[in-house]
């Protein structure tokens, strides 16, 4: 049986009308009245003509028979709405990173071939000043976000086209094929759309299962209604997973009230106003500034068992002071990436003791050997690829070369290898070393960034940190930290290679240590490797 994200939610709403499937600050939203607005939109979107569906038979894994409405929005039910909507109306929505600047925007809305959008009212200056050349964009829906800023000429009101539209269900037949586009963060390189039959990522990503749409809404209606808060920003994967997983189980998303910026003493009240169950951050960026605050304030936070952290791994001392305030804390580490949704956890509690960097493999995880001819057993030394067959995504939206060296096939079968690279030991747990792309090259030595950063941050007076190389003419490249200390400490560059050298081989060690006010990350709290080297440049 495979299942359409559209159809699973309308079946369990059919159970549970009344719990509430969506809190936003002091907004409250039932099951059935998120129904009744993703219908509605669903129902204005078909009036504008999208959902015109070109079917997947006769298309490559890298195509797109449907119509694209871009989300560039902060966190908030009108992002959680423009999805389901969409679906509902076989349209494929995808996410924009908000912090884009001009140049950026363009080339997504340009890649994506989007015909329509919606967005905060604060980000129509940015959007007006490339529309010109965005001729396919033909549909623009403003959300009011309190900024007073007016409709762009042409423009809807989001609100005002809900209003207008049909609550009735779409007279349409929702298919498992319909796609769900998830475009990676670029940090690394520019920004690519990837596509997913919406009943893989069903299963690859949003933890669904079932045998029918009557099983997964009865399971939902007797063991759903947990309230759990997935903090990082809708337009990164992790949160958005997080948040269609749960729907998936009936439970209810709660969002916090500050959605522009992390602000840790809102999400912490939000958490216990709310009696958060389980809560999503993105390492470490998220979470040092919630134990300052958490040691700042008492908090509330009995009915918290669950800490997810997706997109970036959170480091053991972190994770020790976590469960030190909290010892009935369970600390979940989720590993997977765009292109291949989740691959493995790693569960730390105060009986267990707590570790980073490896996981248990899920049931397609696979190493595949450096040549990726062959699958690799456990215990074997060669430091391979991380991959996962099965449930994995069709391709790259438009680019069929990095489609075919992405999902690549051995012995007929295919797998995603998104480029991080792995070993998997004798007892089946995979140690993960990190990306491939931002691997230093060092005497002839692969040193991954993450594991430097590791060292780093194990420092009590470290704040943050990212790691990245910079030419060498004796090494070809050198390892270089760019650090932020913690407010109240504070600490020599000679101190931090010294706490390092007790967690790394010598030659791993940083050459040198920049100290910055700031380390910029994406909102979605992962690295930006451009940014740290353009630093060091």
């Not at 990837?194 to 749409?213: E, H, K, M, N």
Request: net charge negative; hydrophobic share 40%; proline share 4%.
């Amino acid at each position: 049986m495979e299942f359409n994200v559209a159809a699973v939610h309308e079946a369990i709403a059919e159970r549970i009308p009344e719990r509430d499937c969506i809190v936003y600050g002091d907004r409250r939203l039932s099951w059935g009245e998120v129904t009744e607005r993703t219908r509605r939109l669903a129902n204005f979107l078909l009036g504008q003509g999208f959902g015109k569906v070109r079917e997947r038979g006769g298309l490559a894994g890298w195509e797109s028979g449907q119509d694209h409405l871009a989300l560039y929005l902060y966190n908030g039910n009108e992002y959680l709405e423009g999805m389901l909507g969409a679906y509902k109306a076989r349209t494929a929505p995808f996410n924009v990173n908000y912090r884009y600047v001009e140049e950026e925007l363009l080339y997504l809305l340009r890649d994506s071939a989007a015909r329509g959008i919606v967005y905060h009212s604060c980000f129509g200056p940015t959007l007006a000043k490339i529309r010109s050349e965005l001729p396919r964009l033909e549909l623009l829906l403003q959300v009011d976000d309190g900024s007073g800023l007016p409709l762009l000429e042409g423009a809807w009101d989001y609100e005002a086209a809900l209003a207008a539209a049909s609550p009735a269900k779409p007279a349409i037949e929702w298919s498992p094929d319909d796609l769900y586009i998830l475009y990676t963060g670029g940090t690394t390189g520019m920004p690519k759309g990837v596509l997913w039959r919406q009943a893989d990522v069903f299963v690859g990503a949003f933890g669904g299962r079932g045998s029918s749409l009557e099983e997964i809404a009865q399971r939902a209606k007797e063991r759903g209604g947990l309230r759990v808060l997935p903090s990082a920003p809708f337009m990164h994967g992790a949160a958005h997973w997080n948040a269609f997983a749960n729907f998936n189980g009936g439970h209810t998303v709660v969002v916090q009230r500050e959605t522009r910026k992390f602000d840790p003493r809102d999400l912490l009240e939000t958490a216990e106003r709310e009696q958060v169950v389980a809560l999503l951050i993105v390492g470490d960026a998220f979470g040092r500034p919630l134990l300052d605050e958490m040691r700042r304030k008492t908090y509330d936070l009995s009915k918290l068992r669950y800490l997810i952290t997706g997109g970036a791994a959170l480091n053991t001392a972190l994770k020790s002071e976590f469960l030190e305030l909290l010892p009935e804390l369970s600390i979940i580490d989720s590993i997977g990436s765009s292109e291949s949704g989740t691959q493995g956890q790693l569960v730390s509690t105060r009986a267990s003791g707590v570790a980073t960097g490896t996981f248990e493999p899920g049931p397609d995880t696979r190493i595949l050997s450096e040549d990726m001819t062959r699958v690799l057993d456990a215990g074997h030394a060669e430091l391979g690829w991380f991959a996962k067959t099965g449930r994995v995504p069709l391709g790259y939206l438009g680019d069929a070369a990095k489609t075919a060296r992405t999902f690549p096939s051995i012995d007929g079968v295919r797998y995603s290898v998104p480029g991080d690279r792995a070993r998997q030991r004798a007892d089946g747990i995979i140690e993960v070393h990190g990306r491939d792309s931002v691997t230093i090259n060092s005497g002839g030595e692969k040193i991954f960034a993450e594991e430097i950063e590791h060292a780093l941050k194990a420092h009590p007076a470290v704040y943050d940190a990212v790691v990245v190389g910079r030419p060498s003419e004796r090494w070809g490249q050198e390892v270089v930290g760019l650090v932020r200390v913690r407010e109240g400490h504070s600490v020599t560059a000679e101190q931090l290679i010294e706490s390092c050298s007790h967690h790394l081989a010598r030659y791993k060690l940083p050459k040198a240590i920049f100290f910055l006010d700031e380390i910029v990350r994406s909102p979605s709290g992962k690295a930006d490797y451009r940014w740290a080297k353009a630093q060091i440049a």
